[in-house]
């Protein structure tokens, strides 16, 4: 009911002519965006107390697998309402803080970008060098931030910072709301190859003056930044790429399909010779297993299991799988896998961030061998 639900919703609202002009553009549509809201699914991951549906981690990675399947220029931010904001709040949010923002999230009218990673940090989120310092009732927040996606278009940053001894490792770090419009962010975009819509960015903070409120869980989140960066929430960003991965690639796979069976070279459909049946056997195949690690993990998710191993293996399945599925989906179109202006070359483009962003397959790869409790 929720997918066809929202594939009416994108083939009414996200037609392919739009979507391209989205990406050449490098477009926010927010009035799509917003009306996501009235659809319901942004309280996919708010409790029903702060306005929301209840949380359902399996229906939100639903959402993103299909609305990733015609545009991230809308699967995003979504993921950057619904999760970055509601999940967290949720998860590591004061009561106070709860009450205020839960409710904007679940009508669709607030979006949150992650500022996590730096110029000289990456995975090693310990190592920031952001520093919060707190004078009174306010903190005072400088560093720089770098891969910052859709902090250009969002309404607060989660600003994660060191406020504690240097050397006190994983015990001195704290997060920050920091609204992106606050004196001294300075927001300059990256131009990437793809992810186009809500692209990536450097933030720039300078003596940066929030709140005290605006700390994560406030005064209990102070120093305590390092276990709602790690816990459940991880997870669940895992999740939220292994989605995207999914809907991509099986947008890539169903024009492949579709196209293969219109093409015609001597005399008859490029889907008659054998290597393309093969290969698009093995797409279809790759999509329905990359699906059910999707499912799996998220069903552990969404019962509070411990599930690190099984959404880093999804995340890195999906992924990698979606690599492949879309460049063999190029190969199928030929040359005009190549042009601008097709779907097939904006999936390539787009596909070859997944295995990067929310944690490298390196990292999956690790996470994966340790948890199972490799020697080394």
């Known amino acids: ?19 391209a002009r989205w990406d050449k553009d490098n477009h926010f549509p ?15 991951t708010v409790p029903e107390e702060y306005g929301g549906a209840g949380r359902d981690i399996v229906a939100t990675m639903m959402v993103i697998e299909e609305l990733s399947k015609r545009s991230l220029a809308v699967a995003i931010p979504y993921i950057m309402s619904a999760c970055y904001a509601g999940m967290n709040l949720v998860e590591c949010g004061s009561e106070n803080q709860k009450k ?8 669709g009218k607030l979006i949150f970008a992650y500022g996590w990673t730096e110029p000289d940090v990456g995975a090693d989120l310990a190592s920031v060098q952001t520093v919060i310092a707190r004078e009174g009732d306010e903190l005072i927040i400088n560093g720089e931030k770098r891969f910052c996606s859709g902090a250009n278009i969002c309404d607060y940053i989660y600003v994660l910072g060191r406020s504690g001894p240097k050397d006190d490792r994983y015990r001195n770090l704290s997060l920050v709301m920091v609204p992106a419009n606050a004196p001294g962010v300075e927001i300059t975009p990256i131009d990437g190859l793809g992810l186009k819509g ?8 300078t003596d940066v003056r929030v709140p005290v409120g605006n700390l994560m869980g ?14 459940a929430g991880l997870d669940v960003e895992k999740l939220e790429v292994a989605a995207m991965a999914v809907g ?10 579709a196209y293969a069976q219109e093409r015609r070279q001597f005399g008859k459909p490029v889907s008659s010779y054998q290597s393309i049946r093969h290969k698009l056997a093995d797409m279809r195949t790759q999509c329905h297993a990359a699906r059910l690690m999707l499912d799996h993990a998220a069903s552990l998710a969404n019962d509070h299991i411990r599930c690190g191993t099984e959404t880093s293996m999804a995340k890195l399945f999906t992924t990698e799988a979606a690599r492949s599925i879309v460049l063999s989906a190029q190969d199928i179109f030929g040359a005009y896998g190549y042009v601008k202006g097709f779907d097939v070359e904006r999936y390539v483009r787009d596909v070859l961030a997944l295995p990067i962003i929310g944690g490298s397959s390196a990292v999956q790869r690790n996470n994966i061998v340790n948890w199972l409790g490799l020697a080394r």
């Open 100 to 107: 205020a923002l839960l409710p904007l999230v679940a009508a």
């Open 30 to 44: 927010r009035d799509v965006f917003g009306e996501l809201g009235e659809l319901g699914v942004m309280g996919l």
């Open 218 to 231: 406030e005064e209990s989140g102070w120093n305590n930044g390092w276990g709602m960066v790690s816990g």
């Open 198 to 205: 809500a692209p990536t960015t450097d933030v720039r903070l």
């Open 248 to 257: 991509i690639a099986t947008a890539a796979t169903d024009d492949a399909w």
């Open 1 to 19: 009911m929720l997918r066809e639900t929202l594939r009416r919703f994108v083939e009414k609202r996200m037609p392919r002519e739009d979507v």
